[in-house]
């Protein structure tokens, strides 16, 4: 009997002992591995008309989305991120399957934040707010390109943005844009913890998103990954996964059961 209270008063002590490892949330934040707006182009846009829509628009320093409506045509926006090292150092930091996502955002830096201004590419809208939308792609096989701001060939454009939807997608809302009144300002958008997401960032692969508008109004251009420093941001915060409450009450408990005993055994020989 008593060296079976021994045990149970080093196990029960072990149990109350886990709890106490723990860590503070960890954030990471990364830029894109790729990304590219995605022109329509119209009768009025002096860049390239209605010819926008065959021409790739990657490795520019600028993003944009903006409605059909729009005097210089529709705009859409796609972005890549990879999770790599972000995986790498949540298992570090906590251990493989001991952390958790908690929260996600993205911040987008506004070239040209003051309502009415016209960017100095006159392929794009001048500015405007309003609603935009953000998709999950599960589509990641898509192209960059390198053409920059006067486009050309190759890589995703506006008449091939189809093969985006190839495969599920899911829409993580709709978002307003509020013009910051001046240029390179950053506002971030908080997105739901949609299993897509989560999936993707927790298995440590690319995660494609697909900015769309959502009004006939706003017109968001923002900063590319090729513009240095002001590049969109994807943020993800993790915390360590809570010790599930059976056990804090079976440690409990069985601490109780041991000093009840114990009591129960006064006057014999200690452990």
């Known amino acids: 009997m008593k060296t079976t209270l021994c045990h149970l008063g080093g196990v029960a002590g072990l149990l109350l002992l886990l709890p106490v490892v723990s860590h503070a949330d960890t954030v ?7 990304d590219a ?3 329509a182009g119209s009768a009025t846009n002096p860049a390239c008309t209605t010819t926008c829509g065959d021409l790739n628009f ?10 059909a409506s729009s005097v210089k045509g529709e705009f859409d926006t796609v972005m890549k991120f990879n999770f790599t090292n ?17 929260g996600v955002s993205l911040s987008l830096n506004a070239s040209f934040g003051t309502q009415g201004a016209q ?8 500015a405007n707010g309003g609603n935009f939308a953000i998709q999950w792609l599960s589509n990641n096989s898509w192209i960059e390109g ?3 701001g006067s486009g050309g060939p190759g890589g995703i454009t506006f008449n091939t943005k189809s093969t985006l939807l190839t495969g599920p997608t899911a829409s993580l809302g709709t978002f307003t844009y509020t013009l910051p009144g001046a240029n390179n300002v950053y506002a971030t ?14 298995g440590g692969g690319d995660l494609s998103l697909f900015l769309t508008p959502a009004d006939d109004q706003i017109g968001y251009l923002f900063a590319a990954r090729s513009a240095g420093t002001t590049n969109p941001q994807f943020i993800v915060t993790v915390a360590p996964v809570p010790v599930p409450a059976a056990i804090w009450l079976f440690g409990s408990g069985l601490t109780a059961v041991v000093g009840i005993a114990r009591r129960n055994m006064r006057g014999r020989s200690e452990c």
């Open 37 to 39: 707006f995605l022109a």
């Open 86 to 102: 972000a995986v790498s150092l949540f298992n570090s930091t906590y251990g493989a399957g001991n952390w958790q996502v908690t």
């Open 28 to 34: 990471f934040m990364t830029t894109p591995t790729a």
């Open 119 to 126: 960017p100095s590419n006159v392929l794009f809208n001048s």
């Open 146 to 148: 390198t053409n920059g």
């Open 58 to 67: 990657g490795g520019t320093g600028n993003l944009s989305v903006a409605p």
């Open 189 to 202: 958008y908080n997105l739901p913890l949609n299993p897509n997401l989560i999936g993707n960032i927790t």
